[in-house]
């Protein structure tokens, strides 16, 4: 973890209360599937840096949320 990658995962949750998620729980697990896997496409793409920066996450976040609505991941739902 990087400085403000734990500010990123509470606005990304925050964000998903605001849109509508209802169970605060939900969204946090959802918030945090989002927040690992925008880490790990910003590591796909560059695989030789030593890690990434918090203004570098919401992008990532971003390509992370357009693949679930497009259908091309999905986080488990067995998590309660």
Excluded: K, M
Aim: charged share 10%.
């Amino acid at each position: 973890a990087s400085a403000g990658t734990g500010d990123v995962l509470a606005g990304i949750i925050g964000g998903l209360l605001a849109r509508g998620v209802a169970d605060p729980f939900d969204a946090a697990a959802l918030g945090v599937w989002l927040h690992a896997q925008g880490g790990a496409l910003w590591q796909s793409l560059h695989p030789a840096a030593a890690g990434l920066s918090a203004a570098e996450l919401p992008h990532s976040v971003r390509q992370a949320l357009d693949r679930l609505v497009a259908g091309a991941a999905a986080p488990a739902t067995a998590y309660r």
